[in-house]
Each structure stands twice: as C-alpha cells, then as structure tokens.
C-alpha cells in the first residue's frame, strides 16, 4: 500500500533562518506531488505542484520554493524564513491530476519566531 | 473567477441527529467535487469524491454528499451523527481537464461539533 510521510512533526525556527522540509512517498511510482500550507486550521492555499522529477509549478510568489530530486522525494525549502511563513505544511500525492483524489501526509507544525 | 465556499465557519449537531455541511462552487463546465475530513494537528482524510453518474455519492464513515448542478451545490449529509464525527470538514473542487487552469480549490472548512 502506498504511505506518505513528512518531517519534521513540528519545527521553531527563528526569523532568517533557512528551512528545509521533506515529503516522501511510498508505494507508487510517478506520483504527481504538493505543497499546501493551512493558517490558522482553515482552508489550503496550494503551493507547488510537481508532474515528473525536476518539474515544479509554482502558484504562489513568495520566498519559499520547492525541489524534486527523485521521483518519490519533494522539498520545501527556503532561504530566510518570515514571520508569515508560520503554518501547517501539507504533502499530498496523487496518481494522476488535480481531478484524482489527494492523499496527505500528516503535516508540519511550522512556527517562525 | 473559480471558487468553492463553505458559508458555515461552524456547524453544532446532537448526537443522533442527522447533520449537513453545506458546499457551493463556482466553476466552468464538468467539476470533480471531494469532501475531505480533517482531525486536529492531522493530514486530511479522503471522505468521498463525485465524477459523474449518480448524484448521490456514499463514502467512507457513513457519510453521503449529494451534487445538485442546479444549484451548484455538494452538500455533505449523514443521517445520524456520532461525537467522533467532530472535527474540520473541507470541500474541494476540481475544473475538468489538465490545463494549468485546471487546479483544486479547497474551501475555508466548516468545523463540525456534535455534543452528546
């Protein structure tokens, strides 16, 4: 069966740091992959999306960005985190498009202080 | 412009009664429609999804949604509610096609409360 994992659970990071979170899946092959982020329990902005390795789409402009280095691997990193970036991060996977069903990982707790 | 709402930030339900959870969209053409369910600091979970075909759709925990087009509504119903029912509910919607234009919409989630 296929899983989907994040880490980390949770993270505090200051101000200008840099950020680095991992989504990996497993059990499938060619997955298409997101980023989402959800403020304050709500509702998710779509942040990157990925068909193939090395192809990102990006939906929102901010100072975050995504990798793909292996097909089953995708990163959300960046440079100097900001206050704003504070949320909870969600991978999901799907077999096909946007029109398949996603299926989420559990999360990262992000807090940028 | 494509968009999915949610007009209820909270829905409170009795234990047994049966409970619904409103979603209307506002999208070109053929949508694919999902209810997902979310529990506190988790993932989100899968609930039931509409294609085609039958407007009533049965998916996981007993729950059912039912796709009006009319009205543009997919309303997520359960004819008896559970206290483990409680928790954040989202509708997301899905234009047709694979253009770039074609992403999900997630609404803002209704939390639902049942009491005992």
């Known amino acids: 069966s296929q899983t989907i994992h994040q880490w980390p659970a949770t993270l505090v990071q200051p101000v200008g740091s840099p950020l680095s979170l991992e989504c990996t899946v497993e059990?499938?092959?060619?997955?298409?992959l997101y980023w989402y982020r959800q403020a304050a329990g709500r509702g998710l902005q779509l942040l990157f999306y990925?068909?193939?390795?090395?192809?990102i789409s990006s939906e929102v402009p901010q100072n975050l960005s995504a990798s793909r280095p292996q097909d089953r691997q995708f990163i959300l990193s960046s440079k100097k985190l900001l206050l704003s970036d504070s949320g909870f991060y969600l991978c999901?996977?799907?077999?096909?498009?946007?029109?398949?069903?996603?299926?989420f990982g559990p999360g990262t707790r992000l807090t940028v202080l | 412009a494509q968009s999915v709402a949610q007009p209820e930030d909270q829905v409170n339900v009795a234990e047994g009664n049966p409970l619904t959870v409103k979603c209307t969209y506002s999208?070109?053409?053929?949508?694919?429609l999902f209810w997902y369910v979310q529990y506190p600091n988790r993932g989100l979970q899968f609930l039931l999804k509409?294609?085609?075909?039958?407007?009533l759709v049965k998916g996981s925990y007993g729950f059912e949604a039912e796709f009006n087009k009319s009205q543009t509504s997919f309303h997520l119903k359960k004819p008896s509610a559970l206290v483990s029912d409680s928790s954040l509910y989202l509708c997301?919607?899905?234009?047709?096609?694979?253009?770039?234009?074609?992403?999900?919409?997630f609404g803002s989630g209704t939390r639902l409360s049942i009491r005992p």
């Open positions: 999901a996977w799907t077999s096909g498009g946007f029109t398949d069903t996603q299926y």
């Open positions: 059990g499938t092959s060619n997955p298409n």
């Open positions: 990925s068909v193939g390795i090395g192809q």
């Open positions: 999208v070109s053409g053929n949508p694919y």
């Open positions: 509409y294609i085609t075909g039958d407007n």
């Open positions: 997301a919607v899905s234009p047709p096609g694979y253009s770039s234009a074609s992403k999900i919409i």
